[in-house]
Every structure is written in structure tokens, then in C-alpha cells.
């Protein structure tokens, strides 16, 4: 029979294929919650390493839990989240206790719901980080420099947060906060697109001029491409409109060299969007009264 700690730890592993975090960062915090990661301590269980000093400070520990929340370049990377992340204040005694707290953050962190999802995403984007850099150093020799890991990261959080979000209830958008009405008796169509590592999902949400929601579709695009994905969202808004009955439609994309290059005159269209602008133009001509609005969206900063 099981104890009820196996339970619990079972339960809380089990959480971690429920999440919307992406599949390797899952298998990622799995491997940790159930010890299975090659680290240094785990590995001198079976051969010996003369070697056990933290591959980034040198500091005399086996412990991973110092590797991915005390050593300096952990500390540095949570500190990054806006969210105040304050990790000596939990009292964490192990990695799988920290893998929990992300699951289910203590109420004293004040957590939304939103914010739960914005956590675990940071927290779990930083233990891989820490994990490839670990590993750069620990087989190549090498560590990126802060530049490097800085932007690194920023990028990672950006896509990675792109993603969940388009899984999230469009009512979620951010975006909608600062959505504009459009003139009487005509549609707004939202284009966004969300790259992930291996595809798109690109989705459109339809409001008419009171605001109210109309329509919203997303769709999956084989694509990691940013520039593509974003030019298929605008082709679906207009696909879109044509099914729908307005005097007016209003494309709203954030992706402005698509927007810049439908505005564009023929001959300064960038060549790698030669065949959005045609497939633009020729949607184009069934649509009655059609305008193309760029909207700044502020980057998601966790
Ligand atoms: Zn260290």
C-alpha cells in the first residue's frame, strides 16, 4: 500500500502534465520532481566524480536545490520576474518542494490566477535556463555571457507566454484593454499570432462597433516562423470578414511590417512578404470597405 506522502508526490506530479507549460518544459520539471536529473550529486550515487563543486561558483555543494535557487546566476535570473519572487523567504529544503511551490503557490504570494500561470511559466523557464547554461559549462566550457543569457531568456519568457496566452479565454487578452471601437456599423478584427517551438497558433476575434464579440476563431499553423504566422492571422481575419456582413471591416495587427507592407506601394513590398500582399489584395477586392490598423502591444514582461 501506498503512504500518503507517495500519494501527494504522485498528485503533484501529476499536476505537472495538466499545466499549459510546453511539453519539454514539463518533461523538465517532471525529471526534476522525481530526482531523475543528471546532476552531479545524483550521478556520484553510482560512479565517483572527484568533482562535486557547483559548476557555476565553484561553491562546495551536491545540492541542486543550490544549483537552480541559491547560487548566484539562479538568484539573478528570479529576481528578473516583476512578480517579486523572494525565494529565501520559502524556506525551500528541496527541488521537488520547489517544483510544488510552483504548481501551488503559498498564499502568502498573493497570487491570481493569472499570475499562477505567469509564475510557474517564470519559474520553470528559469530551471531550464539554469539547466542548459549548467550544461554548457559543465560539456563545453563555456558560460553565455549576460548579454547572452539576458536575452536569451526575455526571448524565451516572450514566446513561451505568447503561447499559453492563445490557449487562454480570449476574454484574457490583455490587448482588449486598450481596444478601440470602431466607427458605426462596422467590425474590428484582432489578428494575433503565437510562435511556438515547433508551430503557430494564430487566432482572430471578431467585436462590432459597440464591442460587443462577434466571432472569435484560432487555428494551428505549421509554423515557427514570427513574421509568417503573423501574416496567416491577417489572411484568416480576412477570410473572416468575407463570411461576415458589415459596411466596414478594421484589420487590428501588432505586427507593423505586415501592416507597412499591405499600405505599401507595389514596388516597396518586401520580397518576403510578396505573396501575403498579393493574397491580401486579392481578399481585398470581395470586401467592400476594408482598413488595416497597427496597434503598439506592449511586450509581456512576467
Ligand atoms: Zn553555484
Same mark, same amino acid.
Given at each position: 500500500?501506498?503512504?500518503?506522502?507517495?500519494?501527494?508526490?504522485?498528485?503533484?506530479?501529476?499536476?505537472?502534465?495538466?499545466?499549459?507549460? !510546453?511539453?519539454?518544459?514539463?518533461? !523538465?520539471?517532471?525529471?526534476?520532481?522525481?530526482?531523475?536529473?543528471?546532476?552531479?550529486?545524483?550521478? #556520484?550515487?553510482?560512479? !565517483?566524480?572527484?568533482?562535486?563543486?557547483?559548476?557555476?561558483?565553484?561553491?562546495? #555543494?551536491?545540492?541542486?536545490?543550490?544549483?537552480?535557487?541559491?547560487?548566484?546566476?539562479?538568484? *539573478?535570473?528570479?529576481?528578473?520576474?516583476?512578480?517579486?519572487?523572494?525565494?529565501?523567504?520559502?524556506?525551500?529544503?528541496?527541488?521537488?518542494?520547489?517544483?510544488?511551490?510552483?504548481?501551488?503557490?503559498?498564499?502568502?504570494?498573493?497570487?491570481?490566477?493569472?499570475?499562477?500561470?505567469?509564475?510557474?511559466?517564470?519559474?520553470?523557464?528559469?530551471?531550464?535556463?539554469?539547466?542548459?547554461?549548467?550544461?554548457?559549462?559543465? !560539456? &563545453?566550457?563555456?558560460?553565455? #555571457?549576460?548579454?547572452?543569457?539576458?536575452?536569451?531568456?526575455?526571448?524565451?519568457?516572450?514566446?513561451?507566454?505568447?503561447?499559453?496566452?492563445?490557449?487562454?479565454?480570449?476574454?484574457?487578452? +490583455?490587448?482588449?484593454? +486598450?481596444?478601440?471601437?470602431?466607427?458605426?456599423?462596422?467590425?474590428?478584427?484582432?489578428?494575433?499570432? *503565437?510562435?511556438?517551438?515547433?508551430?503557430?497558433?494564430?487566432? /482572430?476575434? /471578431?467585436? @462590432?462597433? +459597440?464591442?460587443?464579440?462577434?466571432?472569435?476563431?484560432?487555428?494551428?499553423?505549421?509554423?515557427?516562423?514570427?513574421?509568417?504566422? &503573423?501574416? @496567416?492571422?491577417?489572411?484568416?481575419?480576412?477570410?473572416? *470578414?468575407?463570411?461576415?456582413?458589415?459596411?466596414?471591416?478594421?484589420? &487590428?495587427?501588432?505586427?507593423?511590417?505586415?501592416? @507597412?507592407?499591405?499600405?505599401?506601394?507595389?514596388?516597396?513590398?518586401?520580397?518576403?512578404?510578396?505573396?501575403?500582399?498579393?493574397?491580401?489584395?486579392?481578399?481585398?477586392?470581395?470586401?467592400?470597405? /476594408?482598413?488595416?490598423?497597427?496597434?503598439?502591444?506592449?511586450?509581456?514582461?512576467?
Amino acid at each position: 500500500m501506498e503512504s500518503d506522502g507517495q500519494n501527494s508526490a504522485d498528485s503533484f506530479k501529476r499536476k505537472i502534465w495538466k499545466t499549459k507549460l !510546453h511539453r519539454r518544459l514539463k518533461l !523538465h520539471l517532471w525529471r526534476i520532481a522525481s530526482d531523475l536529473l543528471p546532476t552531479k550529486d545524483q550521478t #556520484s550515487r553510482y560512479v !565517483h566524480i572527484p568533482d562535486l563543486s557547483c559548476p557555476f561558483c565553484g561553491f562546495d #555543494s551536491t545540492s541542486t536545490l543550490h544549483l537552480f535557487t541559491q547560487c548566484h546566476i539562479a538568484r *539573478a535570473l528570479w529576481y528578473r520576474s516583476q512578480l517579486s519572487i523572494r525565494l529565501d523567504n520559502l524556506q525551500l529544503s528541496s527541488t521537488s518542494q520547489l517544483i510544488e511551490m510552483l504548481l501551488d503557490p503559498p498564499n502568502v504570494m498573493q497570487f491570481d490566477k493569472e499570475n499562477k500561470v505567469k509564475f510557474l511559466l517564470f519559474g520553470a523557464l528559469c530551471i531550464d535556463c539554469i539547466w542548459m547554461w549548467r550544461n554548457k559549462v559543465v !560539456h &563545453e566550457g563555456l558560460l553565455p #555571457s549576460e548579454v547572452q543569457k539576458s536575452r536569451s531568456f526575455h526571448k524565451l519568457v516572450q514566446e513561451h507566454w505568447r503561447l499559453i496566452k492563445s490557449s487562454l479565454p480570449m476574454d484574457s487578452w +490583455r490587448s482588449l484593454s +486598450r481596444w478601440l471601437k470602431p466607427r458605426y456599423n462596422s467590425f474590428k478584427l484582432n489578428c494575433d499570432a *503565437a510562435v511556438g517551438l515547433s508551430y503557430s497558433s494564430i487566432a /482572430v476575434v /471578431v467585436r @462590432d462597433w +459597440r464591442g460587443k464579440l462577434v466571432f472569435a476563431h484560432s487555428k494551428k499553423e505549421n509554423t515557427n516562423v514570427t513574421l509568417q504566422a &503573423e501574416a @496567416d492571422a491577417i489572411i484568416l481575419a480576412l477570410n473572416i *470578414a468575407t463570411k461576415l456582413n458589415a459596411s466596414h471591416f478594421v484589420i &487590428e495587427s501588432d505586427s507593423k511590417i505586415c501592416i @507597412d507592407s499591405i499600405r505599401a506601394p507595389g514596388d516597396q513590398v518586401p520580397w518576403r512578404l510578396l505573396s501575403f500582399v498579393s493574397a491580401v489584395n486579392s481578399i481585398f477586392v470581395e470586401l467592400g470597405s /476594408v482598413s488595416f490598423s497597427w496597434v503598439y502591444q506592449s511586450q509581456m514582461v512576467l
